[in-house]
C-alpha cells in the first residue's frame, strides 16, 4: 500500500475523533473520505498532513513511518477548505511559495510556476491577487500551489464546499481529470455522497471516528456492509419489521431495514402484474415531478415506501390502488447490513441490474 | 479600553429614521454641539489662547527654555522605549496567544490587560516598592550600581507598564479571526517561524499594528501619573514634558506652561489625525483595523 | 504516551519572550504588593484605610467617579445617538474630537479646566458671579472626570446604534408605538450591555485618575483629596504599608468592576449568539 493508516486514534478533550481507523490506499488512486461532519474525516487527512498528531496508530507513505516527520517533510500537497491562499501574495508568489522555501533556482521556480499555471488554465493571471479571483480560479490556484513542489500525495479538504453549486460540477470533472493526468495519489474530503461517487475511485466511509467500509462506488452501492453505508450511500426508504412483507418472511432475523427506490416496481391499475402472489397491494399518497421522473410515495400497509415511476408508463394519480413488487431490501442485523431478494420471485440473478 | 475609532456609515442606510421629530432633532444635535464645544473645544482653545496670548516671543522662550528642551528630549526617549518594546512584546505575544493553544492562556491576557485595570499611580507605587529606597530588589540593584527610581529607567519601566496593552490587545482580535489556515499551509511548504511570520502573518496586521502604535505612542506621550511617582522631579533630570507642565504650573509660571502644553496638544492633534487616516486608508483596502 | 505536537514555529520563542517580558515589566512589580500587604499584616491595612482622611478620599473618589460616569452614561448615549442617527455640519469633526481626552495628556486636560473654571476663568467667573464655584471644589472633580471617561460611553455604544436594524422601529411604528415608547422600550434595552459596559469603564478609569485631578481639585484634606493622591502622599512621606493599603482597595474596586463588564459582555453574546 502506497498510504496506509494501521489502528490511529486521536482524541480531542472528551472527543474520540478517531476511533481506530486502519486502512490502505494503492498508488495512484483518487480516495474519498465521506462521512457526516463530525465523523473524523478532516482530522485523518490533517493527521496525514502532520497538522494534528495521532495520538497512537501508525501512519505510513511508501512504507515508511511518517508520524514524526515534519510535515513539509512528508511530501504532501494540502489543499485548504478556505484554499488559504496567502492574501498579500500574487498568484504567482503562491505557487511559487513552497519552491522559493526550498531555495531553488530563481529560473527553474519561475520554469514550474508557468508549467503550473498553464496547466491550470490561468497563464494570464500570475500578477492578480486572490482577492481578484472568482471563487474558482482561487481553487485552481490552490491546487497549483498545492502541486508547486511536486508532493508525493495531495489532500484535499472538502474542497468544492467554498464554490457555488453551478461551478462546482465543473470543477469535480475538472479536478478528477487533472489528478487522472498528473496520476498523482489523492485523497480528499467530503459530505457530499454524489460528489464522492462521481470523483473518486475508491471511497473511505467513515462514521463516529470509525470506518464503516472502504471500497469503490459502486461496491457500496451494492453491497453496503453497514446499515450506515446503506442509508449513507444512494437515496432509500427505511422501514421496520421487513418480515411481515410479502416474500421476505423467511428473511434473516432482523428488525430495520432498507430499500432503495429501484428495489420497487410498482404496476398501474389495470396493468399486467408479472407476478401475482408477490406483490404487495398499496395506495399512492403523493407524487412529485423529478424532472426525469415520478417520485411517488406508496402507503402499504404501515411502510411508507418512496420509488421511481417512468413517464412512459400509464398514469397514475394520488389515492390509485396500485400492486407493488419489492425486488430486494438491505436487512440490517446487528452492525451488518444483508441484501435480500424476495423468495416468491423466481429470479436467478444474485446482484441486481441497473436498469429498473 | 473603549474601541474608539470613526464609524463606517450604517449598513442599514438611513431608512426608517426620517419620520422622527424635527424639533427633537435638532434639540438633540443643538445639545450635542454645545457639550461638545464646553467639554472638548474650549479645553483647547484655552492652551493655544493662554500659549500664544502674551506674543510670540514668550511663546518661543518658553519652548526653548533648556529644561523644556531637556524634558521634551526625556519624553521622546522615554516613549520612543515604550513604543519599541512594547511593539515588539505585542508582536509576539499576540502570536503566542493566537497560533497556539496551551493552558494558562486567560492568565496571560489578564496579565496584559492588567495595566488598563489599575491606576497609573498604583503602577508608579509597584515600581517604588520593587525598585525605590526601601524596596526589595533595591540591594540587588545597588550590587550592581544601578539606579531606577527617581531615574531614567524608572521613567521608562512606568512608561512601558502603562501601555504595555496597546499593540497586543489590538493585534489578538485581528489575528484570531484571520485564523492560521494560511500560516498552516505555509509551514506545510517547509517556511520556517521567521518566514510565516514576516511573509504571511505580518502583512495581514500592519494596519492594525500601525494603528496601535499610533495609539500607544499618544499614550506614552502624555503620561502623567506613573511617571510622577516614580521621577522624583528633578528637575532637567526626570522630568518628562507633563511633568514639566505642572511644575510650571505649581510655579504660577502660566503662560509657560500653556506654552509647553501647546506641543502636545499639536502633537495629539496630529496624532487623532494619523489615527484617523489609518482608518480610512485600512478601509479603504478592505482590511478594517477592527 | 501522549505528546502534542505544535504545527506552528516559534512557540519556544514567542512564549519565552512574552512570559520573560510580562514576569519582569508586570508580575514581579505586582507582587511586591503582596510582600509589602503581607509586611503590613491584615490588621495594619484595616487601620491604615479606617484613617479618617483616606476614608475621605474614598468617599470623594467613588463619589465623583460615579457621577462623572452618570453623566457621560446620559451624554454620551446622546451623543451617540446624535453621530449615528443624524447629517449635520461639523458631525464628523466632533466624531473625531470624542476621541481626544484618550489623546491629550491628563496634565493638559487638568491645568485647562482648571483655568476655565476658577474665579476668573471663562467659565467661572459668570458661575462665581452666581455662587457657584466649579474649580478647588467636588464639582471641579466631576468635572476632570467627565473629561477624561467621556470617550468610553459614546464609543461603546455607537458600534450598537450603527448594528441596530431600523426594522425593530419600524415594526414598533407599525404596531402603533409612539417616539419616546419605541425608544424606552425598543432601544434602550438593545442598548444596556454596551451602556452598562461603558459606565464600568468609565468608572474604572475615574477611579484611577490622577493627572487631570489634582490640578483642578484643590485638594484640600477630607473634602478633596482623591484616593491616588493619598497614595502618592502616603509614599512621598515613606509610608509604604499606607500607600500599599490605599492601592489595595483601589485594585480590589478595578478587579471587581472588571468582573462586572466581562459578565455583561458574556451575557450580551449569549443573547446574540442565541
Known amino acids: 500500500m502506497y498510504v496506509e493508516l494501521k489502528n490511529v486514534f486521536k482524541r480531542f478533550g472528551n472527543f474520540q475523533a478517531v476511533n481506530d481507523v486502519s486502512f490502505g490506499l494503492a498508488q495512484g488512486t483518487l480516495a474519498a473520505l465521506l462521512g457526516p461532519s463530525g465523523s473524523g474525516k478532516t482530522t485523518i487527512l490533517r493527521m496525514i498532513a502532520g497538522l494534528e498528531s495521532p495520538d497512537s496508530g501508525q501512519i505510513s507513505i511508501e512504507g515508511s513511518v511518517i508520524n514524526n516527520l515534519e510535515p513539509s517533510r512528508r511530501g504532501i500537497g494540502f489543499v485548504f477548505q478556505n484554499y488559504a491562499l496567502f492574501r498579500y501574495m500574487t498568484v504567482f508568489d503562491n505557487i511559487a511559495f513552497g519552491l522559493t522555501t526550498k531555495k531553488e533556482p530563481k529560473a527553474k521556480i519561475k520554469e514550474r510556476v508557468e508549467e503550473l499555471l498553464t496547466l491550470i488554465g490561468l497563464e494570464d493571471l500570475g500578477k492578480r491577487y486572490p482577492a481578484q479571483l472568482s471563487g474558482g480560479q482561487k481553487q485552481r490556484v490552490a491546487f497549483a500551489r498545492a502541486l508547486a513542489p511536486r508532493p508525493r500525495i495531495l489532500l484535499l479538504d472538502e474542497p468544492f464546499a467554498a464554490i457555488d453549486a453551478k461551478v462546482r460540477r465543473e470543477l469535480r470533472s475538472w479536478l478528477r481529470h487533472m489528478i487522472t493526468k498528473l496520476k498523482i495519489t489523492s485523497i480528499f474530503v467530503t459530505h457530499d455522497q454524489s460528489e464522492a461517487i462521481e470523483v473518486a475511485d475508491r471511497i473511505i466511509i467513515t462514521n463516529s471516528g470509525r470506518v464503516e467500509q472502504t471500497g469503490a462506488p459502486v461496491e457500496l452501492y451494492r453491497s453496503p456492509a453497514t446499515p450506515f453505508v446503506a442509508r449513507f450511500i444512494?437515496?432509500?426508504?427505511?422501514?421496520?419489521?421487513?418480515?411481515?412483507?410479502?416474500?421476505?418472511?423467511?428473511?434473516?432475523?432482523?428488525?430495520?431495514?432498507?430499500?432503495?427506490?429501484?428495489?420497487?416496481?410498482?404496476?398501474?391499475?389495470?396493468?399486467?402484474?408479472?407476478?401475482?402472489?408477490?406483490?404487495?397491494?398499496?395506495?399512492?399518497?403523493?407524487?412529485?415531478?423529478?424532472?426525469?421522473?415520478?417520485?411517488?410515495?406508496?402507503?402499504?400497509?404501515?411502510?411508507?415506501?418512496?420509488?421511481?415511476?417512468?413517464?412512459?408508463?400509464?398514469?397514475?394519480?394520488?389515492?390509485?390502488?396500485?400492486?407493488?413488487l419489492i425486488y430486494r431490501l438491505y436487512a440490517f442485523n446487528g452492525d451488518r447490513a444483508v441484501l435480500v431478494s424476495n423468495k416468491r420471485l423466481n429470479n436467478t440473478g444474485n446482484g441486481y441490474n441497473f436498469q429498473i | 479600553m473603549a474601541k474608539s475609532r470613526t464609524q463606517a456609515p450604517s449598513k442599514h442606510g438611513r431608512r426608517g429614521y426620517r419620520q422622527e421629530n424635527p424639533y427633537l432633532r435638532r434639540l438633540l444635535i443643538i445639545l450635542s454641539l454645545l457639550f461638545t464645544i464646553l467639554m472638548l473645544v474650549l479645553p483647547l482653545v484655552i492652551v493655544i489662547y493662554q500659549a500664544f496670548g502674551t506674543g510670540w516671543d514668550r511663546f518661543w522662550a518658553a519652548v526653548t527654555n533648556t529644561f523644556t528642551l531637556k524634558a521634551l528630549y526625556l519624553t521622546i526617549l522615554t516613549g520612543s522605549f515604550a513604543v519599541i518594546f512594547n511593539t515588539l512584546f505585542g508582536l509576539t505575544a499576540a502570536w503566542a496567544l493566537t497560533r497556539y493553544s496551551f493552558r494558562g492562556q486567560g492568565i496571560l491576557i489578564t496579565l496584559i490587560d492588567l495595566p488598563f485595570a489599575i491606576s497609573p499611580i498604583i503602577a508608579g507605587l509597584i515600581f517604588i516598592l520593587t525598585y525605590g529606597r526601601l524596596g526589595w530588589a533595591k540591594p540587588i540593584l545597588d550590587e550592581f550600581n544601578l539606579k531606577i527610581v527617581f531615574a531614567t529607567p524608572g521613567l521608562v519601566l512606568a512608561t512601558i507598564f502603562v501601555t504595555l496593552p496597546f499593540v497586543a490587545r489590538e493585534l489578538i482580535p485581528v489575528l484570531t479571526a484571520r485564523g492560521t489556515d494560511e500560516e498552516q499551509a505555509a509551514v506545510l511548504m517547509g517556511a520556517g517561524f521567521f518566514r510565516v511570520f514576516f511573509k504571511v502573518t505580518l502583512p495581514h496586521i500592519r494596519w492594525a499594528l500601525i494603528y496601535s502604535v499610533i495609539l500607544c505612542t499618544a499614550r506614552a506621550m502624555g503620561e502623567f501619573g506613573a511617571v510622577s511617582v516614580v521621577s522624583g522631579h528633578l528637575r532637567g533630570k526626570t522630568n518628562t514634558l507633563p511633568l514639566h507642565i505642572?511644575?510650571?504650573?505649581?510655579?504660577?509660571?502660566?503662560?509657560?506652561?500653556?506654552?509647553?502644553?501647546?506641543?502636545?496638544?499639536?502633537?495629539?492633534?496630529?496624532?487623532?489625525?494619523?489615527?484617523?487616516?489609518?482608518?480610512?486608508?485600512?478601509?479603504?483596502?478592505?482590511?478594517?483595523?477592527? | 504516551m501522549k505528546k502534542t505536537k505544535r504545527i506552528?514555529?516559534?512557540?519556544?520563542?514567542?512564549?519565552?519572550?512574552?512570559?520573560?517580558?510580562?514576569?519582569?515589566?508586570?508580575?514581579?512589580?505586582?507582587?511586591?504588593?503582596?510582600?509589602?500587604?503581607?509586611?503590613?499584616?491584615?490588621?495594619?491595612?484595616?487601620?491604615?484605610?479606617?484613617?479618617?482622611?483616606?476614608?475621605?478620599?474614598?468617599?470623594?473618589?467613588?463619589?465623583?467617579?460615579?457621577?462623572?460616569?452618570?453623566?457621560?452614561?446620559?451624554?454620551?448615549?446622546?451623543?451617540?445617538?446624535?453621530?449615528?442617527?443624524?447629517?449635520?455640519?461639523?458631525?464628523?469633526?466632533i466624531d473625531g474630537?470624542?476621541?481626544?481626552?484618550?489623546?491629550?495628556?491628563?496634565?493638559?486636560?487638568?491645568?485647562?479646566?482648571?483655568?476655565?473654571?476658577?474665579?476668573?476663568?471663562?467659565?467661572?467667573?459668570?458661575?462665581?458671579?452666581?455662587?457657584?464655584?466649579?474649580?478647588?471644589?467636588?464639582?471641579?472633580?466631576?468635572?476632570?472626570?467627565?473629561?477624561?471617561?467621556?470617550?468610553?460611553?459614546?464609543?461603546?455604544?455607537?458600534?450598537?446604534?450603527?448594528?441596530?436594524s431600523p426594522d425593530f422601529e419600524e415594526a414598533g411604528r407599525t404596531l402603533g408605538a409612539g417616539s419616546a415608547r419605541i425608544f424606552f422600550k425598543i432601544i434602550l434595552p438593545e442598548l444596556k450591555p454596551a451602556l452598562l459596559t461603558g459606565f464600568s469603564l468609565a468608572f474604572a478609569r475615574g477611579l484611577g485618575e490622577y493627572g487631570s485631578v489634582i490640578f483642578i481639585a484643590g485638594n484640600k484634606p477630607f473634602q478633596t483629596e482623591i484616593a491616588p493622591l493619598m497614595i502618592v502622599t502616603r509614599l512621598e512621606e515613606f509610608h509604604y504599608e499606607q500607600a500599599t493599603a490605599v492601592a489595595l482597595v483601589m485594585l480590589l474596586a478595578s478587579f471587581i468592576i472588571m468582573f462586572v463588564v466581562n459578565r455583561v459582555q458574556l451575557r450580551a453574546a449569549s443573547y446574540v449568539g442565541g
Open chain 3, 97 to 164: 474630537l470624542i476621541e481626544l481626552p484618550f489623546a491629550i495628556p491628563t496634565a493638559v486636560a487638568g491645568i485647562s479646566l482648571t483655568f476655565l473654571t476658577t474665579d476668573k476663568g471663562w467659565i467661572g467667573r459668570p458661575l462665581a458671579e452666581l455662587g457657584i464655584r466649579i474649580a478647588y471644589t467636588k464639582v471641579g472633580i466631576i468635572v476632570a472626570l467627565t473629561f477624561i471617561t467621556l470617550p468610553f460611553v459614546v464609543r461603546s455604544i455607537q458600534p450598537i446604534l450603527e448594528e441596530l
Open chain 1, 234 to 324: 444512494g437515496e432509500s426508504t427505511l422501514a421496520n419489521d421487513y418480515r411481515t412483507l410479502v416474500g421476505f418472511e423467511e428473511a434473516p432475523d432482523g428488525y430495520e431495514c432498507a430499500i432503495r427506490p429501484e428495489f420497487i416496481r410498482l404496476f398501474a391499475p389495470g396493468e399486467e402484474v408479472q407476478f401475482e402472489n408477490s406483490v404487495e397491494e398499496g395506495v399512492i399518497e403523493t407524487m412529485a415531478f423529478r424532472g426525469d421522473t415520478l417520485e411517488v410515495i406508496i402507503r402499504v400497509r404501515d411502510f411508507t415506501l418512496t420509488t421511481g415511476y417512468s413517464l412512459e408508463r400509464p398514469p397514475l394519480a394520488p389515492g390509485d390502488r396500485v400492486k407493488v
Open chain 3, 8 to 93: 506552528l514555529p516559534g512557540f519556544g520563542l514567542t512564549m519565552g519572550v512574552t512570559m520573560s517580558y510580562l514576569s519582569f515589566i508586570v508580575l514581579i512589580p505586582m507582587i511586591s504588593l503582596v510582600i509589602q500587604t503581607g509586611e503590613a499584616g491584615w490588621s495594619g491595612i484595616i487601620t491604615a484605610i479606617t484613617d479618617q482622611r483616606i476614608w475621605s478620599s474614598y468617599k470623594v473618589s467613588f463619589g465623583c467617579s460615579f457621577l462623572a460616569a452618570l453623566i457621560n452614561t446620559i451624554f454620551g448615549t446622546m451623543l451617540a445617538w446624535v453621530l449615528v442617527r443624524y447629517r449635520f455640519l461639523g458631525r464628523r469633526l
Open chain 2, 246 to 290: 505642572e511644575i510650571l504650573y505649581n510655579e504660577h509660571h502660566y503662560n509657560e506652561a500653556f506654552a509647553v502644553s501647546a506641543i502636545l496638544v499639536v502633537t495629539s492633534i496630529v496624532i487623532l489625525t494619523a489615527r484617523s487616516v489609518v482608518e480610512y486608508l485600512s478601509r479603504r483596502e478592505g482590511d478594517d483595523v477592527r
